[in-house]
């Protein structure tokens, strides 16, 4: 069993099924089964993956005192993930609305109410206790990245969509990052230029770009080589969101249990593969058994091997 801490966002979020993009007006629409509410928000995500999974996991967030705050404290608990360290300083806890269609594209309207002024102190938290630190990249997380560096923990951290190396707002993150993830799409087509830029820049021992249906890469400092691996089939289309946040997650399963990273990966992609067939960021999640019964039926693929520096 791993123990990760995982520090970030919490929010309710509405996913509502559409026809399509772009999406024409229309006053009323009537998508039976086909607008949903529930708990996510990416450390949220992670934390009922990881329970899922069978991780021990240290949750930090922060919530409003109202209806939505209660209704996350229920869900917690229904998942037996603690709320110890959950406060309730924001003057309203952070929602979101998520519009997708059954291809898969979504639009995400995700509002932090005053979550990125408001600060964290971690003197409290636990950091002895865990094996890794997943700081998600919300502002309140930037005090954490140095006491976890202090405390000689390993720090794995996702900055999602990105296009420049020298992001400001996520750079602090990159730094820092033992594990470094991110999505393709704002990359561009040069993915290796790109994440050879990100290596030579900064010093994360492994780096992993989700590619969506492409697949995913992975650079490992170990060895100075970039690993592509195809996707894992879903079997059918669905809401990709939370996707990302389950390729994350499940990596991050296998890498406390000491599986090599490429493994780990392999083993990650299923994980989400499985998630997008369920609507909602935090819903579709494998337990450990389901996902070995799940990896039975998956070739293990053999990832093109590229130098990062040639």
Known sequence: MGRILVSGLINTETAARVRGFPIGYYPIDYPFFGVDTAVSGVAYNIARALTTLGDEVTLVSMTGKDFQADYIRAALAEDGISGAYIRQDLSQTPNSVVL?????KRQVYCDLKDIQETAYEFDRVP????????ACNINF??????AAKAAGKTIATDVHVLGDIQDDYNRDFMAAADILFLSDEAVGEDYRGFLSGLARTYRNQIIVLGRGAKGAAMYLRDTGMLYALPAASSGCGGNTVGAGDALFSGFLHGY?????PLEALH???VFAAAKIRVSGGAKGFLTEEELKDALVNVPHPIPAIHSLFG
């Open 100 to 104: 997708y269609d059954q291809e898969g």
């Open 127 to 134: 950091l002895e206790t865990v094996d890794l630190v997943a």
């Open 141 to 146: 997380n930037r005090p954490l990245l140095a």
């Open 256 to 260: 406390v249990r000491g599986l090599p």
């Open 267 to 269: 083993r990650a992609q």
